[in-house]
């Protein structure tokens, strides 16, 4: 059974900086790209960032590109994303998701199969 | 960045009943278009990719079909579990966008 579990989500003051992780099983992770996708309260879902399989190409959106990290530790079947700079407008639902694609060649990453139930990161003072 | 619209924003129908949702691009994203069903507190699951591909495990009462800029999401008889949020979503390009969601309730 794929199982994704996320952790790390918390009240945090703007400016601040949080950790979100992502633990998987039933799947071969080094296999699979892995994002994040997030859900700010009243507004469709975005997504954040992506990683793919080997690691070596990560993407960002805009809006946090120069701010947040990506990364995998794939002897721990876990992804990661780093939050610095936290701004009121990060508060938000994040999910990791498991695409069926690797993206390792930058291309073909696949669709998001299957999700995490999600933490909640808020920031405010 | 690709805009996807999705209508109605609410559908209220009973069980039994068809559901038809849209999903309108601001350009063309070939077949490239997946559906989710959200439930709260609960992970978001794919139930539709490339407009017309039921994912693994997918009732066949979900179907999705179109290509372009234009795509449908049908639940040929509503069971009382398919009460949730709909969205799409597109894999043309990154940043891959969402929709506004449909509010599937009952009536």
């Known amino acids: 059974e ?19 992780a992502c633990a998987v099983s039933g799947f071969s992770f080094i296999n699979c790209a892995m ?3 997030r859900q700010a309260p009243g507004k469709r879902p975005e997504w954040v960032a992506v990683i793919s399989g080997n690691g070596g190409i990560p993407a960002y959106r805009d809006a946090v590109r120069g701010r947040f990290t ?42 998001a199969d299957y999700w995490g139930q999600g933490t909640l990161v808020t920031v405010s003072s | 960045e690709i805009v996807l619209t999705q209508s109605p924003a609410t ?9 038809t949702l849209s999903c309108r691009a601001s350009q063309s994203i070939s077949s490239y278009l997946a559906w989710y ?23 066949a009462r979900f179907s999705g079909s179109g290509s372009g800029t234009d795509f449908t999401l049908t639940i040929s008889s509503l069971e009382p579990e398919d009460f949730a949020v709909y969205y799409c979503q597109h894999r043309n390009n990154w940043p891959r966008t969402f929709g506004q969601g449909t509010k599937v309730e009952v009536k």
């Open chain 1, 70 to 111: 990506i990364s995998r530790d794939n002897s721990e079947n876990t992804m990661y994303l780093q939050m610095n700079g936290l701004r009121d407008d990060d508060t938000a639902i994040y999910y990791c998701a498991k695409y069926d694609g690797s993206g390792d060649d930058g291309i073909h990453w696949g669709n």
């Open chain 2, 37 to 59: 069903q959200h439930k709260p507190g609960q992970a978001p699951r794919l139930l539709i990719y490339d407009a017309s591909n039921r994912a693994t495990g997918i009732p």
């Open chain 1, 2 to 20: 794929v199982q994704l579990v996320e952790s790390g989500g918390d009240l945090i003051q703007p400016g601040g900086s949080l950790r979100l």
């Open chain 2, 11 to 19: 559908l209220s129908l009973s069980p039994g009943e068809r559901a």
């Open chain 1, 35 to 37: 994002g994040w996708v």
